[in-house]
């Protein structure tokens, strides 16, 4: 019997958080085709994520706040065989469409699941976590869908054209990744995790992200401009201003009384802001990119 609490741990509206990375990718897709794009979408944000959601959460049985559940049920057997389910329904999704996107489904669900699992636990080695989840929700993600999306196979994670926007998508992870966990640090130590925001301490997650978040810009503006769309970088800088302000805006607080203002709602508002601008942009830039926009006269 699946359970409600089950349902909740996989946190499908939690892909909301990673949905840029598959519009990026969409966006720079040369061979589009609406079959694949609808059956990427879903391995991606309906099965492969949640269930990785899920297993992840069946393993830290956190009591505390997590990404999307601020009072997190408790955990049920029935979860640990869900998350499976839903990962094996990713892996035949991927199958239909060529074995290649199906077998980096599986490598990013297997990556997913070393995050947590007591033998592995990534989560216990602040760096490594960091860079692996970085890597492989931006880049690795980005080629993936990339591949999906055009039928295409492994070697395509290795091109240019590929390699770069992708790793421009890690740098957006690996800016926000600390944020995540920076309301965590009570029940990580408890459990013995070292996660790098705990290492960084509350105001140097900040300067660290802040920090990241300028080679981000930085590194964008230089490929828009290397593609010589001048256009496309101001609206990518008036997407990026509201979540810079609201970080800044948090940051302040958190710098007069960091107990209090490093928090779960805070943490979530800052994703919330920074999935509804960097959507929005990336959707426009899919609908520039590929002239629908110019087709229906805008």
């Keep these: 019997m699946i359970t409600t609490s089950s349902l909740r741990h996989l946190r499908i509206p939690f892909s909301l958080f990673l949905m840029p990375v598959f519009f990026f990718a969409l966006a720079l897709t040369p061979n589009h085709n609406e079959s694949r ?9 309906l099965f492969l994520y949640p269930s990785s959601n899920g297993y992840n959460s069946y393993f830290d049985k956190d009591e505390e706040s ?4 601020k009072h997190p049920p408790k955990v049920t057997k029935d979860l640990y065989w869900l998350s499976l389910v839903f990962f094996l329904v990713a892996l035949g999704i991927g199958a239909t469409i060529n ?7 599986l490598v990013y669900g297997l990556v997913s699941m070393a995050y947590s699992h007591p033998s592995i636990r990534l989560k216990k080695y602040p760096w490594l976590s960091w860079f692996i989840a970085g890597l492989f929700q931006g880049y690795f993600t980005f080629g993936m869908a990339y591949a999906g999306l055009s039928n295409l196979s492994w070697d395509v994670l290795t091109k240019s054209h590929v390699l770069l926007p992708g790793l421009l998508t890690s740098l957006m992870l690996w800016g926000n990744y600390p944020l995540t966990q920076v309301y965590q640090h009570g029940e990580d130590s408890r459990r013995g995790d070292r996660t790098l925001s705990l290492v960084l301490g509350i105001k140097g997650t900040f300067l660290f992200a802040a920090l990241v978040f300028m080679c981000t810009g930085a590194a964008f503006a ?11 970088l101001w609206i990518y800088l008036a997407a990026m201003t509201p979540i810079m302000l609201y970080f800044l ?5 958190v710098r007069l009384n960091p107990e209090k203002y490093a928090n779960y709602s805070w943490a979530m ?5 920074s999935a509804l601008a960097l959507n929005a942009f990336f959707i426009y ?3 520039k990119n590929t002239q629908i926009l110019q087709a229906l006269g805008v």
């Design 37 to 45: 794009i609808l059956w990427v979408f879903l391995a991606l944000h």
């Design 66 to 69: 997590i990404g999307g559940l």
């Design 99 to 105: 074995f290649s996107f199906a077998g980096m489904l």
């Design 222 to 232: 230089w490929y828009f401009l290397a593609r010589n769309q001048t256009q496309i």
């Design 249 to 253: 805006t948090w940051f302040n607080f």
């Design 269 to 273: 508002g800052m994703n919330y802001f």
């Design 285 to 287: 830039y899919f609908l």
